[in-house]
């Protein structure tokens, strides 16, 4: 049954059906047909979610609360937002010295 399901979801998105891909990270996560992978499942709940479906949204959030894979990206993520910072702060230095040359 699992196997049939399968193939339509993977029809379904392939013609831009949203909805396959978060019904992918169900399969994914509860492990039906498929061997549970929570890498994969976040990966389907987060292009659920990107293509503004709601329940790809809470279906994330879950994953997040639940501590299933996220915690890498989030520590990714808080990886980036303090590179992001660094160079923020560097470029409003540069402005800072820039406009004090003008005066």
């Known amino acids: 049954m699992h196997k049939l399901l399968w193939l339509w979801y993977e029809e379904a998105a392939k013609c831009g059906y949203i909805e396959a891909f978060n019904n992918f990270g169900v399969l ?18 987060e292009r659920a979610s990107n293509g503004s479906l ?3 949204n809470y279906n994330l959030g ?3 609360d639940q501590g299933l894979c996220a915690e890498k990206r989030l520590m ?3 990886k980036k937002q303090k590179l ?16 004090c040359l003008q005066v």
């Open 28 to 45: 994914y996560k509860e492990g039906h047909g498929v061997g549970q992978d929570f890498e994969r499942a976040f990966i389907c709940f």
């Open 76 to 78: 990714v993520g808080m």
């Open 84 to 99: 992001l910072f660094k160079v923020y702060k560097i470029i409003k230095l540069f402005f800072k010295g820039f406009l």
């Open 54 to 56: 709601s329940i790809g």
């Open 62 to 64: 879950l994953m997040y």
